[in-house]
């Protein structure tokens, strides 16, 4: 945000993204080798129904078998299918729901799936039970035995030994010097958790070490609060590990039944109205020269792998520029200076003209609709700012979040219980602030640490705060945080008594108001009355979420251009022609071939088909793979980090599950336009004599 | 000709030339030519002789420049291209010298492959391409690929597949210009067969003098024209040198 030292500058924006662009490529390199195996798994899998479909002959056993896999695997496809559709809303599809809303269906889906795959994952990694605490008072001299073990192997000396102490260069001696201590660390916290654990799983079972005779020191306050802090890093730490088997369960799950469902369905379908012989040709000539086929995979994967990253951006851009024609969401700015600094008086006034809307036009509950945001920036290190001890808070009402907040639509309802959970102790407790996780992963903290942030824009003012909760990892806030608006009112509060003035930011603290109106027309009217009421001082303004938005980007549009109209089709044309290229080798080196299919009255066009068939089968494939994984596993890290304003990550929707398959297919398609046309004009009377 | 063998293939004023630049090159001039049902005939001749274009015109490959094909009373000569197609479909079985069988399909799905673009049961399919391998004696063969089948044996199954249409024409381009003495005796045996027992107008270009005298009846090209028509019906069975006339 302007003013913050937070945002990046377009310069900045634009060297990051050509090394993100260089990341993209190279994983997509990465994960289309590794899902190579998985692509020949896959034609083998369709290649084996098409045996089964003509196997008649041979032993009983190989006769049931393939009469077990004739019928199994198209049962095994259909059914995978039926999962697959129902988990991404398809059935979903006529019912006409809002933007980012999920149908009956979807639910029901998603619901039984997510709850099967926590149970699998339960079993498979276990976690200790709500409320798992360790009695100290009655194992003290465990407790002082913690105590010695953690010294030397804190968090905070572990992270400190993380990276050099100071900017200046280290000598390889002070570096070898610091890793080895760092190392020593680690094995000395292995150490005392594994005896943590061991403690804490006696206290489970009842077993209690007994005091010893005689005179022993009793734990402090503050031991106590340190041994408690140790206690619930190993239990979140279980859970943590228990939470990431589940999201690969999941994640490996949907990805499976993708490949093994909907893609050879279509395939079997397909050989119904083409001929199974058709097929069974194409899907073998594709295995005759592995290396060929491997690099064009290659090579449609990593083009669809980037394109699906690139257009999720674009997708994501593009849904909050959209405008929504019912209970739209605005945003109230002040109108001729960026960075909107408003006064807070400003929220009654807004409350008092809404108040006065006549009925019908009058939200049902006006605080229920608005929500205030304050942003509040501030780093960890005043003296040693860097990105990763810095961030960035939205200032706001607790109890709003989970009634405005933008982007709710995005979560799964488990992901919506624990924002909901958050809020509620954000509530409870001014001081308690809710952080991203993979900001709390960049920071080095966990939840139920304190932490001090000095704050950027708020001059003087140091915060004192306690995490809480993380914000649902893969969700747009996974870079920010949030924290409690009351506690920002006191903290300026407290600055006056101490220096007998207000803070220079207090008449200027609320960045943005957040509100809702039933319609359009409604808020058509409100605007108008709100820009032109002379009530403000300063004047505001209000927009539409979608327009605001759009505002917010336009510095970002030319990158956004690029993105759109150069990049992906600059990929899409390099693609085609490599693809185009390596078909017409293929074509020329089957001449002869093709021209057995038409002495044999092989009519042109199907000889033309059979060529298109195999560059359709394997585009279409090959983007499939694509984007099934880019959609399991760039979501389940989190996201791809792309520096636009403040959004940091940005997720793979579902809809690239037909994208992929797409852009593989049409670029397959184009590419092959020129040999199979080729293909089709061969004369069968020039190749036998060029032959004899 | 004996007269009552009527004429399968009649060749009436046939010539085919190409353009190369401003060139016209004469391949085949005025040819004419009788082929009865059921013969045997073997076309031979020196390289650039013709024999091969003849044979690609025959058997509907190629148009020819002028002249006329009758193949079976079916005027080839003025068909479409995809005419042509459906026609060889049905009515022409083709053996090449390579063999050429799709390496991806097993020899069962090989010969199998022109009953594909007829209107037939798949048991009906079955049933012709297990007896068209039975004739080759190849059915134990039949889920081998080309490249588990020696040369002799992919030449037969070559047969098998000119054959499971049940062609009224077969034409072979060399079909034992790529195997041992052994191997090729054993084509020549079975094109013979064919021939004798189920009454197949073959024709057969061939370089091969010992392959020529299975034939009953051969024609020697040389610079597009027929130059010897060696009838050896009479003289089948005994080892005669080809002779021009």
């Known amino acids: ?692 | 000709m004996p007269a009552e063998k009527q004429a399968m293939v009649r060749v009436r004023d046939l010539y085919k030339s190409f353009s190369r630049g401003s060139e016209e090159i004469r391949v085949l001039q005025k040819l004419t030519l009788d082929v009865p049902a059921g013969e045997f005939l073997a076309l031979m001749g020196p390289s650039g002789s013709g024999k091969t274009t003849l044979l690609n015109l025959i058997a509907g490959l190629d148009s020819p420049t002028g002249g006329d094909i009758y193949v079976d009373n079916e005027h080839v000569s003025r068909m479409s291209e995809s005419e042509l197609a459906r026609w060889r479909t049905r009515s022409v079985g083709f053996v090449f010298q390579f063999y050429y069988l799709l390496p991806v399909l097993t020899a069962y799905e090989n010969v199998e492959l022109p009953l594909l673009l007829l209107p037939m049961t798949k048991e009906q399919r079955r049933k012709q391409v297990l007896t068209a391998l039975d004739l080759v004696g190849l059915t134990d063969r039949m889920s081998h690929r080309p490249g588990m089948l020696s040369g002799g044996q992919q030449q037969r199954v070559g047969i098998a597949r000119a054959m499971v249409t049940d062609p009224v024409l077969i034409v072979a381009d060399e079909p034992t210009g790529d195997l041992d003495s052994k191997s090729a005796d054993e084509i020549l045996t079975l094109m013979d067969v064919l021939c004798r027992q189920m009454n197949k107008t073959i024709i057969m270009v061939t370089h091969d003098p010992h392959a020529a005298e299975r034939a009953m009846r051969a024609l020697h090209l040389e610079k597009g024209r027929l130059v010897l028509d060696d009838d050896r019906t009479a003289k089948l069975g005994q080892r005669q040198k080809a002779g021009v006339a």
């Open chain 1, 1 to 692: 945000m302007p003013g913050m030292s937070l945002e990046f500058s377009l310069g900045q924006a634009a060297l990051a993204l050509l090394t993100i662009l260089g990341i993209l490529v190279g994983a997509g390199l990465f994960m289309g080798l590794l899902t190579l195996p998985i692509f020949f798994a896959s034609m083998f899998y369709k290649n084996l129904w098409f045996w089964a479909a003509e196997e008649r002959t041979g032993k009983i056993l190989r006769r049931s078998f393939a009469q077990a896999v004739w019928t199994g695997f198209p049962a095994i496809s259909l059914f995978s299918t039926v999962i697959t559709f129902g988990y991404f809303g398809v059935f979903d599809i006529f019912e006409k729901l809002p933007l980012g809303k999920k149908g009956t269906t979807q639910t029901l889906f998603e619901g039984k799936y997510d709850d099967l795959t926590r149970k699998a994952g339960e079993k498979i990694i276990w976690r200790y039970p709500e409320g798992t605490a360790v009695e100290w008072k009655r194992d003290p001299v465990g407790g002082h035995a913690m105590l010695v073990m953690d010294e030397g192997a804190t968090p905070e000396i572990i992270d400190g030994l993380s990276v050099p102490a100071t900017m200046k260069p280290e000598t390889p001696e002070e570096e070898a010097d610091r890793k080895s201590q760092l190392k020593a660390a680690q094995a000395k916290a292995r150490v005392r958790d594994q005896e943590l654990k061991k403690i804490i799983r006696q206290q489970q079972a009842g077993i209690y070490a007994p005091p010893p005779e005689g005179d022993h020191t009793e734990l402090s306050k503050e031991q106590l609060r340190r041994l408690d802090g140790m206690v619930s890093l190993v239990v979140e730490s279980q859970s943590s590990m228990q939470l990431s088997i589940i999201q690969l369960i999941r994640g490996v799950g949907i990805f499976f039944m993708l490949i093994i469902g909907p893609f050879p369905l279509l395939v079997f379908g397909f050989s119904f109205i083409f001929g199974r012989r058709g097929m069974t040709m194409i899907l073998r000539s594709l295995g005759r020269n592995l290396l060929r086929t491997s690099l064009t995979y290659l090579a449609i994967f990593v083009l669809v792998w980037v394109v699906t990253c690139v257009w999720s951006v674009l997708d994501f851009l593009d849904k909050l520029t959209q405008e929504k024609d019912a209970n739209m969401k605005g945003l109230i700015t002040e109108k001729y200076q960026i960075p909107s600094q408003m006064k807070p008086s400003h929220l009654n006034t807004i409350k008092s003209m809404l108040e006065e809307l006549p009925e019908g036009q009058k939200p049902e509950n006006i605080e229920d609709n608005l929500m205030t945001w304050a942003f509040v920036g501030g780093t960890l290190d005043p003296s040693k700012r860097t990105p990763m001890n810095s961030l960035f808070f939205f200032c706001t009402e607790p109890e709003k979040v989970i009634k405005m907040m933008p982007g709710l639509e995005d979560l799964t309802a488990e992901q919506f219980k624990m924002l909901e959970e958050a809020c509620k102790m954000m509530g409870q407790n001014p001081r308690a602030v809710v952080i991203g996780h993979a900001k709390l992963v960049q920071m080095n903290k966990r939840v139920g640490d304190r932490i001090q942030v000095t704050s950027l824009n708020y001059k003087d003012l140091v915060f004192d705060f306690e995490i809480v909760a993380e914000f649902p990892a893969g969700t747009r806030w996974d870079q920010s945080a949030a924290m409690s608006r009351k506690y920002l009112d006191n903290a300026l509060s407290e600055y006056e008594g101490k220096n007998g003035k207000a803070h220079p930011l207090a008449d200027k603290c609320m960045n943005l108001i957040w509100i809702r109106l039933p319609n359009k027309a409604v808020f058509e009217s409100f605007s108008e009355r709100l820009n032109t009421s002379g009530r403000f001082t300063p004047a505001v303004k209000m927009e539409i979420e979608s327009s605001a938005y759009a505002n917010f980007l336009s510095p970002y549009k030319d990158l956004i251009r690029f993105l759109r109209y150069a990049l992906a089709p600059g990929l899409l044309a390099v693609t085609t022609l490599v693809i185009s290229l390596v078909i017409s080798i293929g074509v020329r080196e089957r001449r002869v071939e093709m021209a057995v299919l038409k002495v044999l009255g092989f009519r042109p066009w199907m000889v033309m088909a059979l060529v298109l068939g195999e560059a359709l089968l394997l585009g279409s494939l090959s983007g499939f793979l694509a984007t099934a994984t880019a959609y399991s596993l760039v979501n389940a890290m989190g996201g791809i980090p792309l520096p636009i304003g403040f959004f940091g990550k940005f997720f793979v929707p579902a809809s690239a599950l037909w994208w992929g398959p797409a852009i593989g297919t049409i670029t397959s398609a184009l590419g092959t336009i020129m040999p199979a046309w080729s293909a089709r004009k061969i004369k069968v009377s020039e190749v036998f004599s060029r032959v004899a």
